[in-house]
């Protein structure tokens, strides 16, 4: 006495390979965890050509290159989309969700985008739709921030959410490598896509932290809306002087809400505590902290992407669908779902690590004192670096304290008008525990 | 339109006292994130004594010193209970959910101790017993292992589970304090009890480990079953010596399992590698890490223990009781509860560190490499050290290859017959990645 539980999967790249693998070859294991005596059974496979050769063989009658044999098929109840991008997943999952099927999905950018949107479809039909995987890879994320940490109020998130650049940042780190050859590198070893600009410019994170900051703060967060500074101006040098202050440079995904409820979010590199837990996330690993008025911090790490700890999330939101472990949580935090304050960048408040070429001239360091006093600037250390005597030039690496964006700019922007300072070569966020 | 949903707090010290103000004070807070239009309300709480001064003071009509006010109480439908140790709070446990009642505990001997007859209870009972902050304070644990890692076959547990001795390690590490000094730091600043024989010893640290591999591998470990060895012997020269070698000390609850099913699940302090995630845990701060054939490592961070974190992981199981989240996940642990096939300790295999004092002489390498041999296990790196020459000694910091506990033991025996080896300082085992 079981009842089956028919599942259709859109899209058979990697993830989509794995997952099919995982429900053809383990069935019994994966469907001997699931809830209510149910038995998975995978039913069809959306694919864009029947005749692709693929490294994992699925039997030719489960594939189809027509979506509406899987989203009119009234025996198939759970839907896995793994085609990735806005379009047609987003469609998909709508219809799916309309024809009253439950849908798992990786897929960060149509939740990013269309959350809020696809969640109250998911209500009215009274059918989960549940996207662990789509943060993280599959380190457990969602779930214990929306059941977990219920009792808490969050305030903060901080993440490695991406782990191309994380691997980038980390071999610029250890290795010295400037960003060209780290990033070659990550392709090399396919932890970079061929066109890697939503990873290396802070897109693929700005998706992930609008997820996250939607579901923490009970907002609805669209990705445009978010601060966005990727990795490109990067040097080796950076990371040189970074540690010798004592921190590692970490692309971070940021969220905060202050006391009156307005939030910032926002994704950049920053200079962390190099003792810090994130420092210690290396490679393509991800780490995901969140801060809460009962709980303090906890951190979650692990791998943030790849077939297997993707196909780990989904397999097991499909386990708890089956489960019925879901009948309220997301509702609620969709109920909540309202238009976020989001904090201006200029107002937002950050320590700074600064990189200028000067001069070596006496009075270099008072006219850098006196436009950062009339800014409200303080400086927190000063080091001046690489005295060039042939060229006259010097390197002076500079930390302020706590200060507003606009203030820096303003700054900024009066070193340019003084002859003694040649270059401003690298502005940093620096983010304390 | 909402249903009341009445709750009652078995015990009142510092993390009852946060329970029930945090349930009376922000009432409207927590009972918004709970389910299925349910409201809070705290009916009663039992004390020692009703005349007790504390922190946070309860309306004295919510206190009793008889416990049959509540576990009798048809109207309390949700048991918290806080008294910690094993009896009374094993019996009250048991009559809670005995009288049609669900249990929330952060109770780790009971469930480390009773668990599987709890749990078989409950199942019958069809009530929910519910145990998050049992292992690793406010970091969600629990229920993300058994949710939201579910696709995944647990192959291992390496865990930072005692905040107390995380924080007298971290003190003898980072500022050369001898085991003593920290031990009483600890206590002065609340991070040990008067007597800390169940945190230094380890045995905490067993309770947890045996819970989390309970769950892990759908097994009955009984916390008798595993080896412990606690962190009283640990000196600072250790703790020098180790990061010489590239290593930090942490006190490790280790449970893994081999691909014939045996298990192995051990408490002791080791070397781990300083870069990595689990050195950057510092004072009283837990971390967990599980490894699954899918997922590979994920590790779970944040703070171990404290009033707030417990509390947090209290109040959301009260509301995912709430929620209605959990018919049946639970029950699918238990049903797979097997008796473990325990690896005994002798033939677990580990890297060791060791220092000894030898007599400065010849020959002294030469005789401890054929004991080695003999015992087949190679060394891995052999350090001289703190040469004196006035009493014609030497120490000696050896690092050893993969070896079994019973040749290591043999090997040491073998030593003691050794005129020119004066004394065996250390014995530490080393957790590579």
Redesign the interface.
């Known amino acids: 006495m079981y009842s089956e539980i028919k599942v259709g999967i859109l899209g058979l790249g990697t993830v989509g390979s794995k997952v099919a693998e995982?429900l053809i070859e383990r069935n019994e294991?994966?469907s001997a965890?699931s809830?209510?005596n149910s038995h998975l059974s995978l039913k069809k496979i959306l694919v864009k050509s029947l005749n692709k050769e693929r490294s994992y063989k699925v039997p030719t009658e489960l594939l189809t290159e027509n979506e509406n044999d899987i989203l009119n098929d009234p025996d198939i109840s759970i839907i896995i989309e793994v085609i990735g991008g806005e379009e047609p997943a987003r469609t998909y999952i709508e219809k799916s969700l309309n024809a009253g099927k439950n849908v798992i999905t990786a897929n960060k950018e149509v939740i990013a985008k269309h959350g809020k949107e696809l969640k109250k479809i998911a209500v009215n039909a009274d059918k989960q739709l549940l996207f662990?995987a789509s943060v993280g890879g599959?380190?457990?994320i969602i779930?214990?921030l929306i059941?977990?940490?219920?009792?808490?109020?969050i305030t903060a998130i901080r993440a490695i959410i991406n782990g191309t650049t994380n691997y980038i940042l980390t071999k610029m780190s250890q290795e010295n490598m400037d960003f060209t050859e780290a990033l070659d590198e990550a392709k090399s070893l396919g932890y970079a896509e061929a066109d890697p600009t939503n990873d290396i410019e802070g897109i693929d994170a700005a998706y992930k932290i609008s997820i996250l900051a939607s579901l923490a703060f009970g907002v609805d967060v669209k990705p445009e809306n978010i601060y966005v500074e990727g990795i490109t101006k990067l040097t080796s040098k950076d990371f040189r002087y970074a540690k010798e202050l004592g921190y590692e440079i970490k692309l971070l995904a940021i969220a905060r809400k202050d006391f009156s409820g307005n939030l910032q979010i926002k994704v950049h590199p920053a200079l962390v505590d190099k003792?810090?837990?994130l420092?210690?996330?290396?490679g393509p690993d991800n780490a995901i902290e969140f801060t809460?008025d009962?709980?303090?911090?906890?951190?979650?790490?692990?791998?943030g992407a790849?077939p297997?700890?993707t196909?780990?999330?989904?397999?097991?939101d499909?386990?708890?669908i089956t489960?019925?472990?879901?009948?309220?949580?997301y509702k609620?935090n969709n109920d909540l779902l309202a238009t976020p304050v989001l904090l201006p960048m200029e107002s937002v408040e950050c320590r700074y690590y600064l990189l200028l070429t000067t001069i070596d001239q006496p009075g270099v360091l008072a006219k850098i004192g006196t436009i950062f006093k009339k800014n409200g600037i303080s400086i927190s250390a000063v080091i001046q670096k690489d005295t060039q005597v042939s060229k006259g030039t010097a390197e002076l690496v500079i930390t302020t304290h706590t200060a507003t964006e606009n203030s820096i700019q303003v700054a900024i922007n009066e070193f340019k008008g003084i002859d003694l300072i040649d270059s401003i070569k690298s502005i940093i966020r620096i983010e304390d525990n």
Chains 1, 2 share one sequence.
């Open positions: 995982e294991y994966h965890k809830g209510n662990e599959g380190i457990p779930q214990p059941n977990d940490l219920a009792a808490n109020d003792e810090s837990e420092a210690s996330i290396s809460g009962l709980v303090g911090h906890v951190t979650f790490s692990g791998p790849g297997n700890p196909t780990s999330a989904i397999l097991s499909l386990i708890l489960r019925g472990n879901f009948p309220s949580s609620i």
